[in-house]
């Protein structure tokens, strides 16, 4: 069983950055695959980024990719996720998953341990 942790959310400007962290705790950390959605008010939970367990691969959603960067330090039991040239859509609650020995998937319902989320709020 893993717990998670988010942290790193709050209120910026756009084209500003943030660092999201995911902070797991258990020894068996490095055997999950880590998933980063978002949930905005009236909308229906959304992919962002997943890394594979191994680190080896990493996927992002279209609306992120050049923009928001997924990395492990399995050593620090988390994963960051760090967010530039943020804009006003990117506004929502973030939640990482883990997925035990996952390649990264997309689909929410593959992780079992979700965070309960750090919010992100972009102004204009």
């Known amino acids: 069983q893993v717990q998670l942790v988010e942290s790193g959310g709050g209120l910026v400007q756009a084209g500003d950055s943030l660092r999201l962290s995911c902070a797991a705790s258990g020894r068996t950390f490095s055997r999950y695959a880590v998933g980063w959605f978002r949930q905005a008010p009236g909308k229906e939970r959304e992919f962002v980024a997943a890394?594979?367990?191994?680190?080896?691969?990493?996927y992002y959603a279209d609306s992120v990719k050049g923009r928001f960067t997924i990395s492990r330090d399995n050593a620090k039991t988390t994963v960051y996720l760090q967010t530039n040239s943020l804009k006003p859509e990117d506004t929502a609650v973030y939640h990482c998953?883990?997925?035990?020995?996952?390649?990264?998937?997309?689909?929410?319902?593959?992780?079992?341990?979700w965070g309960q989320g750090t919010q992100v709020t972009v102004s204009l």
């Open positions: 998953a883990a997925d035990q020995y996952g390649d990264g998937s997309y689909s929410y319902t593959r992780y079992k341990y």
């Open positions: 890394i594979s367990w191994t680190g080896t691969s990493t």
